[in-house]
């Protein structure tokens, strides 16, 4: 099993362009998050998703869309890029039961100039 | 406002030593908490957790500890272990439906050979 993979690993985008990010599970939970971790910091969460079609915001969803039409996938949408969004994004997915327990991705690194 | 606090940026032990990592909460409502680990580009990796009915949880070299009237945690590693060197996220969870972790900032923990 892979677990939680993201694409790309490392991406330098020009202000004002758009990207995607890719997160796919194999571990057939239906609970998925998007993070951003700014340097020094705690990871904020932007969109999560606790199954395919339903989606909502997080923290600091501000910049970003998401969309969920099946359960191993979660792209995050970035529309028009600014240097705020200069970040390292985790995808993170959650299994059933009371535990919180999160499984994260190796993470994308995302500079924008 | 910071609702998990990870007062300590950093802290170097020696090899072989307890480490104690420390956490303080202001929100009476979180009901679990969980301990990651991370190294340097890669994604966050879960520890150990507690809840909130429990006051101590144990898994080898792990210990942590919970004290709800002072709203505080602590993570204990002994020994420690050069391997340990890494960042160390407390993290606690929202009570309710659809629970979202809050996250410290962490605490990078250096272990001496």
């Known amino acids: 099993n892979a677990g939680v993979t993201q694409t790309p690993k490392f991406r330098i985008l020009k202000i004002g362009q758009s990207m995607t990010l890719q997160c796919t599970q194999d571990m057939n939970h239906n609970y998925m998050y998007w993070y951003r971790q700014d340097p020094g910091m705690g990871l904020k969460l932007i969109y999560y998703?606790?199954?395919?079609?339903?989606?909502d915001k997080g923290e600091v969803p501000n910049g970003y869309n998401v969309s969920r039409s099946t359960t191993e996938d979660f792209p995050l949408r970035l529309e028009l890029a600014a240097p705020s969004q200069t970040s390292v994004y985790f995808c993170a997915t959650k299994g059933p039961g009371p535990q919180e327990t999160q499984y994260f991705g190796p993470g994308t690194r995302l500079l924008v100039l | 406002d910071q609702q998990v606090k990870q007062n300590s940026p950093s802290l170097s032990v020696q090899e072989g030593r307890i480490s104690i990592l420390n956490c303080d909460y202001t929100n009476s409502m979180f009901d679990y908490f969980l301990w990651y680990k991370k190294y340097p580009a890669e994604g966050p990796t879960f520890l150990i957790s507690?809840?909130?009915i429990k006051d101590k949880n144990e898994d080898g070299r792990f210990t942590v500890f919970l004290n709800k009237s002072a709203k505080h945690l602590s993570l204990h590693i002994v020994p420690s272990q050069p391997g340990d060197s890494a960042v160390y996220f407390c993290a606690a969870a929202t009570a309710g439906n659809n629970r979202k972790l809050i996250w410290g900032l962490g605490t990078s923990l250096a272990v001496n050979p």
């Open positions: 998703s606790v199954g395919a079609g339903i989606t």
């Open positions: 507690i809840s909130s």
